[in-house]
């Protein structure tokens, strides 16, 4: 007799949980929670009427875009965002680099990685919107909270991932390194920067598209950028300036990402 007759002629991953009656259990209470999630929520429905309604009016505005009766505050509001954006960018990278060196466990002594893993916890624990209620508490509307905001943000995002990518580099080239005699700073120089450095530039260009995105956000708390020239389009129910203002965002973040992969493919 042929054993083979018996095979299986295509594979199926086997369940996770091979226990059939508890997989049905788990399926039912999380379909039943799902109900109960749904019936707390307080709907009103007559509001929510009101709102397709007002919503297909701001469809609409993307019909007919105006960009001519506020392209000043729009073009101010774009400079702003901009300027915020890159030096942002450019600050927030220039203090990653140390806290990021200082947060990977094969160069970093136990009281410095301590100290830098800290530094990320925190700033990767608080949302963008929230640090820049923060800021503009502390230093007042404008694009001055907007750059703090972005910079603070920058670290938590570029110190965390360059932190990690040191972690892993391949210790055979360091060790090659150091055994030659080599500095800590020589270890670090020609053993670690070769291998993170592609990597290194990479999520900078990627931070430097998430920072622009995030400056049209952070203004509608009054922290600069086309956020909130926005935010008073909407406030006013000037529909076609809001989006002009979004054709805007989306061009400038189409543009930088286009931008970012010819230069990631460059320097690669």
């Keep these: 007799m ?3 007759a018996d095979w299986p002629t295509r594979w199926r991953r086997p369940p996770l949980i091979t226990d059939r009656w508890l997989r049905w259990l788990l399926i039912l209470a999380a379909l039943s929670y799902g109900l109960v999630a749904a019936a707390s929520i307080d709907v009103n429905w007559a ?41 942002a960018t450019v ?89 030659t005699g080599a500095s800590w700073w020589q270890v670090l120089d020609y053993g670690v920067k070769p291998q993170v450095m592609p990597r290194l530039i990479g999520l900078s260009l990627y931070r430097l598209d998430i920072n622009f995105r995030e400056s049209s956000v952070i203004g509608i708390v009054g922290a600069g950028g086309i956020g909130a ?7 006013r129910y000037e529909y076609d300036s809001a989006a002009a203002i979004l054709l805007l965002i989306i061009l400038i973040v189409l543009a930088t990402e286009y931008s970012s992969s010819w230069i990631r493919r460059r320097l690669q």
Excluded: H
């Excluded at 503009?136 to 990690?164: D, R």
């Excluded at 972690?167 to 080239?173: L, N, P, T």
């Excluded at 020239?229 to 406030?235: E, P, Q, S, V």
């Design 91 to 179: 600050a927030g990278i220039l203090l990653s680099v140390p806290i990021g060196i200082g947060a990977a466990r094969n160069l970093a002594p136990l009281p410095i990685y301590l100290g830098c893993r800290a530094i990320i916890a925190i700033s990767r624990s608080l949302q963008e919107i929230i640090v820049a209620i923060l800021f503009v508490a502390m230093v007042g509307f404008g694009p001055l909270a907007g750059f703090l905001t972005l910079a603070f943000a920058t670290i938590g995002f570029l110190a965390k991932l360059l932190g990690e990518d040191i972690e892993a580099i391949d210790k055979a080239q360091a060790d090659a390194v150091r055994a």
């Design 229 to 235: 020239t926005l935010n008073t389009a909407l406030d």
């Design 2 to 4: 042929d054993a083979s």
């Design 47 to 87: 509001r929510a009427a009101d709102g397709w309604e007002r919503g297909l009016r701001f469809i609409g505005g993307f019909a007919s875009p105006d960009f001519s009766s506020r392209w000043r505050d729009i073009s101010t509001g774009l400079v702003e965002s901009l300027t915020m954006t890159f030096t």
